[in-house]
């Protein structure tokens, strides 16, 4: 075969090659991102509308059915929309189909929403649209709480300052805080007084728009200096509100504070966080993109730090569900069980061949076609994951065939007292049709992978990528470098009609030096073990085939019977995993208050700390009520649909026992304490 011709012929070229590839894996490693599961591209776009005081049925009624009908004669390549109404916030999720153009998407959208503002009820504001995809989950979580500052001072520091400092990280993306009280002027009116100084409330708030104004100004020069002129009249302090006038009766001039008591208040609270107990607010992190978990935890984490330094003291920061930790030990799970995998291939084939130099050519045919599949995943853009490092290892026992045989063959030859170049020619050449039809065989098992759609689509194509890409890169190194290396090896010790078959190419005439005495012998007893095994197997053959009918008919009778294990077999997307945190979703009584909701969540969150230890319990983060946010509700995704709702995350320490138990034992637990509510573990 020319191929093989051209390795012999120039060697040094292919083995360059080979020590160029494992050059360039470290920076092809770390150039990759690295992620849990692969990229699911799914393109989405959130459009949030907001109408403070309208009710869930108003928003459903007067604006999401509008804006659905408008999205569907108006914007292209919709796979399906999903809309959500709450009290003043409405939702729409636009999912498109795959390969559409996200920015047309946008454009279209935005469009639309501007055209139907008409159409809806006086006084609508056009929504916010946001685009993500089905890969932007949370992978860290912050609770940032103080001990001496208001909420409503924490949630301020949160949203302003702590938020702000880590957006500029790569692939993170930031809601708004949970919790907290968001901070505004409040002007509290009295209605006794108003009612005895004959005024209204929008007196006070036409009183308030007139006088607390910001004007245009300019510059004034005198001689060779230019000063700003300041003539805006908004108050400078808080307090400074209470000294506006309103009208004038009598010659006695009635002021906001005669009538009202302006402050430093807060919103009405519709959602509560609380860390172990204390309330708080909770930051998610977010990873958007393509982008790799692990560079976005080590990102956030270190702009925390950096953040941290600018804030006040009196704010603690504690980490929650960092996912980094369960993709590093997955990942390595996997990285771990490939390389013993692949060790020991390499001591069976030891073992079978009796020859060093083979198991050599061997063990260095498997990595590079494994490094060569990683480098043309990373070029096509996918991510080191569970599924391609999955098809990497299911690849490793197939990766043996073509370099064995190869040799095998080659050995063959060699014994029957060709030489060595001729051999290796001759060897190599005439597997190399029966190997290209084995690799096409192989790589067309999974070519129904590449018909999959959705979800299923994005999760096993990159797996059958990797093992279609580490066969095809196997079947060129069996016809190059391993040729080359033989030759190498095989050169200094190649002797024509003395080799034994069965040696491997070692030669069983040579004198065997004394340090490789013991795995020779060790070697031998496993060959004779082998074939006592061979024998055994021959005898039951024999057996078999002598009773036919009735191995035929017993093996049917077993194959049968195994599907009445069927039914016990539970059905799910993915396995289990423990991941040392399970998220727990509770809903009282409908319309039940975010304050009575919060009472009963401290009850659930005693009732978890009976059944966890205390010694394996990290931490408690409840989320109470409804997020004053249409984006966070954008990317909720444990249903939430009013101030009865709560997520309860509870973090375990490492070493604990199986999350699965207590998510067992908490399930019974909770239906029997609090008949009333409603749980289902996220």
């Not at 209605?191 to 005024?199: A, F, S, T, V, Y």
């Not at 076609?369 to 026992?397: K, P, R």
């Not at 279609?468 to 030759?487: D, G, K, N």
Request: glycine residues 8%; proline residues 5%.
């Amino acid at each position: 075969m020319w191929i093989i011709r051209l390795a012999l012929n120039r060697p040094y070229t292919f083995v360059v090659a080979a020590l160029l590839l494992l050059l360039v894996t470290p920076f092809v490693l770390i150039r990759t991102p690295t992620d849990i599961f692969p990229s699911i591209n799914i393109p989405v776009v959130s459009i949030i509308w907001g109408y403070t005081g309208l009710s869930a049925r108003d928003i459903e009624q007067r604006i999401i059915y509008t804006q659905e009908r408008a999205l569907t004669t108006t914007v292209n390549n919709i796979e399906h929309i999903e809309s959500t109404s709450y009290d003043g916030i409405g939702i729409i999720k636009l999912y498109f189909q795959p390969g559409v153009t996200i920015s047309t998407a946008v454009a279209q959208v935005t469009a639309i929403s501007q055209t139907i503002l008409r159409q809806l009820p006086p006084g609508s504001t056009p929504p916010l649209i946001i685009q993500y995809d089905a890969a932007t989950v949370p992978v860290l979580q912050y609770g940032i709480g103080s001990n001496t500052l208001s909420e409503q001072q924490t949630f301020d520091i949160t949203l302003n300052q702590i938020r702000v400092g880590l957006v500029s990280v790569p692939g993170i993306a930031i809601p708004y805080p949970f919790g907290g009280k968001q901070r505004l002027v409040s002007v509290d009116l009295d209605p006794r007084k108003l009612q005895e100084k004959n005024l209204t409330q929008t007196d006070v708030t036409n009183a308030i728009n007139n006088q607390a104004l910001v004007f245009p100004s300019g510059t004034a020069k005198f001689g060779a200096i230019q000063y700003p002129i300041d003539i805006n009249t908004f108050p400078g302090r808080i307090d400074s509100l209470n000294d506006l006038p309103i009208k004038v009766v009598d010659g006695t001039q009635i002021l906001v504070g005669d009538v009202a008591q302006v402050r430093d208040g807060y919103d009405p609270q519709q959602n509560i966080v609380r860390q172990d107990g204390v309330r708080s607010t909770l930051l998610s992190v977010f990873k958007s993109g393509s982008a790799s978990t692990l560079s976005v935890v080590s990102g956030a984490k270190q702009a925390m730090a950096n953040v941290l330094k600018t804030v006040t003291t009196a704010v603690q920061v504690k980490e929650f569900a960092d996912q980094s930790l369960f993709v590093r030990a997955a990942i390595s799970g996997v990285a771990r069980e490939g390389i013993i995998a692949a060790a020991l291939t390499a001591l069976m084939i030891l073992l079978f061949l009796g020859s060093w130099r083979s198991t050599i050519i061997i063990a260095i045919s498997i990595p590079l076609a494994v490094l060569s599949s990683i480098a043309i995943l990373s070029v096509i853009g996918e991510t080191i994951n569970l599924m391609t490092l999955g098809g990497l290892a299911l690849a490793v026992g197939i990766l043996v065939d073509d370099a064995t045989v190869t040799i095998e063959n080659v050995e063959r030859h060699m014994s029957l007292g060709e030489k060595l170049e001729d051999a290796i020619l001759k060897g190599a050449g005439e597997i190399a049709l029966p190997a290209f039809v084995s690799t096409l065989c192989i790589c067309i098992v999974f070519v129904p992978m590449f018909l999959l759609s959705g979800v299923a689509r994005y999760l096993f194509v990159p797996l059958a990528e990797a093992v279609m890409f580490a066969v095809a890169a196997s079947y060129v190194l069996s016809r190059t470098l391993v040729p080359t290396l033989i030759m190498w090896f095989e050169r200094n010790h190649h002797k024509s009609g003395a080799e034994n078959p069965s040696g491997g190419g070692d030669g069983a005439n040579r004198p065997v030096a004394i340090w490789i005495r013991p795995f020779a012998a060790l070697q031998q007893l496993f060959e004779r073990g082998f074939d006592r095994l061979r024998t055994s197997y021959h005898d039951l053959l024999g057996t078999i085939l002598t009773h036919r009918l009735v191995f035929a008919v017993v093996f049917l009778a077993l194959c049968t019977g195994s599907w009445i294990l069927v039914p016990f077999l539970g059905q799910d997307f993915f396995p289990a995993v423990d991941a040392g945190s399970f998220q727990l979703h509770v809903r009282a009584l409908a319309g039940t208050r975010v304050e009575e909701t919060a009472k009963l969540v401290d009850q659930v969150e005693a009732a978890i700390r009976e059944r966890v230890p205390a010694q394996e319990l990290q931490g408690i983060v409840d989320n109470i009520g409804l997020p004053t946010s249409g984006i966070n509700l954008s990317y909720n995704n444990s249903g939430v649909a009013g101030s009865a709702d709560a997520d309860v995350l509870v973090a375990l320490k490492p070493n604990h026992q199986p999350t699965a138990n207590y998510v067992r034992q908490l399930r019974l637990d909770l239906h029997q304490k609090f008949p009333d509510a409603e749980f289902y573990f996220l």
